[in-house]
């Protein structure tokens, strides 16, 4: 790290401070060279700027140039008297006040061979900075070691954050400070970001560039592990996913997961029609939970991946609000997430049957990012979403009729049987008399051939009425 107290020990400079001998552990950046009389919309933090004080014309000129330099937050000023008589000594007095430290260049010396001398030294810094992190990523491959050996390098916090918000490592507690952000490489449908709460100059920046390229290859290990590790459930994975599969199949490959038999799973489905994202979803949504998961793609075009959790452990009751939230933020196209379950191995098979119904009631709403929950919807609509799209629509036409024809009767039929079929309550909810009720529902029965008051009648015309047109 290059600081202030070393360029005042660079051989052959000969800097003289005159203003900030308390200020002298500021780092810098990079070097800038200036004469305009207010710098300020050019100016950076960290910044080393060089002036040979043409702007300065009489005592006073010098608080504009200096608070412009204190607003940035520069590192230093050297100054060259060689054209005013020497250091002004309002400059002096400026650079107290607004603690700015002002070095002394001798007369004598080109402002190119102080150049070349800074950008060395902060060149010979940023070398070592990047030798210093790969060694610390080949001794320790972990995210959070490696965020710390880049905080210290940078001299400030770091965080790795995801595209939906979630800090996946930091090098302290909080919420990150984005003042630079630098996207972390991979081709990942979830992508990750490096967060470093300073403003970077060209050789801090070089810095954190080779920390987001060691982030990279650190989430490229992880993912080999975890791909490893996941290969012991894909047997189960792809027996859950197909119906033709036996229940001593499963229990099979159940046992070699290692779980004990009387583990209850929940069963996840994402479905991300087009591409290939669903186990990258999941693994987000399941990125925090402390439960033991399983995450697999099942088919050939991997649209659909599942996810078995471990369901002993607690489980957010907000849980589907929360996932639609979070996968909200990915604009990945269409993401559809069923959950069923929690189930033992005898009853898994019921899970992942759970999970498929509801994914396909999930594909029936119109939101980009649907999340639906087996528990969440009544075992007519998980029965319902498993049927193809032409049945339900047959068997939707075939028992309303020419109901839909008559919006007045539709809705009473409908309110009358939300109602569980009591007149008194029905006439109620839609503020009209009881008889005016009775007759619209005989009027119903009559269109539809059929006595709206027995109950097999009324189940299926209920279940017409829920489906989807």
């Not at 060089?50 to 412009?68: N, Y």
């Not at 990942?188 to 982030?215: I, Q």
């Not at 809705?411 to 009775?438: D, I, M, Q, W």
């Amino acid at each position: 790290m290059t600081l202030v107290k070393t360029l005042l020990e660079l051989p052959g400079l000969r800097l003289r401070l005159r203003a900030g001998g308390d200020l002298l552990e500021r780092e810098v950046s990079r070097i800038y060279v200036t004469e305009l009389p207010d710098p300020s919309r050019y100016l950076s933090a960290g910044e080393l700027v060089l002036s040979g004080l043409l702007w300065w014309r009489e005592p006073g000129d010098a608080e504009t140039f200096v608070a412009a330099l204190a607003r940035a937050r520069c590192a230093a000023l050297a100054a060259s008297g060689a054209d005013t008589g020497g250091i002004p000594d309002d400059l002096v007095l400026a650079c107290r006040r607004h603690r700015i430290p002002l070095l002394e260049v001798p007369a004598d010396l080109s402002f190119a061979v102080i150049t070349e001398r800074v950008v060395l030294a902060l060149a010979a810094e940023t070398d070592g900075a990047r030798k210093r992190l790969l060694s610390a990523a080949a001794d320790d491959a972990s995210l959070p070691a490696l965020l710390a050996y880049g905080a210290t390098e940078l001299g400030a916090d770091c965080w790795v954050v995801s595209a939906t918000g979630r800090v996946v490592a930091a090098s302290a507690p909080g919420r990150p400070r984005e003042r630079t952000v630098l996207p972390v490489g991979g081709r990942h449908a979830v992508p990750w970001s490096l967060v470093v709460d300073a403003d970077l100059g060209p050789g801090p920046a070089e810095v954190a560039d080779e920390l987001a390229s060691l982030v990279g290859l650190a989430r490229a290990r992880e993912d080999e592990v975890r791909r490893t590790r996941m290969r012991i459930a894909a047997p189960l994975i792809r027996l859950l996913a197909d119906p033709a599969s036996s229940a001593a199949e499963l229990a099979t490959a159940f046992t070699a997961t290692g779980l004990p038999a009387d583990t209850p799973l929940r069963v996840l489905l994402a479905r991300t029609p087009g591409t290939r994202i669903g186990a990258e979803v999941l693994g987000e949504l399941l990125a925090d939970h402390p439960a033991t998961t399983f995450i697999g793609e099942v088919g050939e075009t991997g649209a659909d991946a599942y996810a078995l959790v471990r369901a002993d452990t607690a489980w957010p009751d907000d849980w589907v609000g929360t996932a639609t939230a979070t996968l909200t933020k990915l604009g990945t196209g269409r993401i559809l997430v069923g959950a069923g379950g929690p189930a033992t191995v005898s009853g898994l098979r019921g899970a992942g049957e759970e999970a498929r119904h509801a994914v396909q009631a999930a594909a029936r709403r119109s939101e980009r990012v649907a999340v639906v929950s087996g528990e969440e919807i009544g075992m007519h609509r998980l029965l319902l979403a498993g049927a193809p799209d032409e049945l339900r629509r047959t068997l939707r036409e075939r028992v309303l009729g020419p109901l839909p024809e008559h919006p007045e009767l539709l809705r009473t039929v409908r309110v009358y049987l939300e109602c569980s079929g009591s007149p008194a309550k029905a006439a109620k909810a839609l503020h009209v008399h009881v008889n005016t009720l009775r007759y619209r529902i005989a009027r119903a029965g009559e269109l539809l051939g059929v006595d709206l008051t027995d109950f097999r009648t009324q189940v299926d015309v209920y279940l017409a009425l829920t489906i989807d047109t």
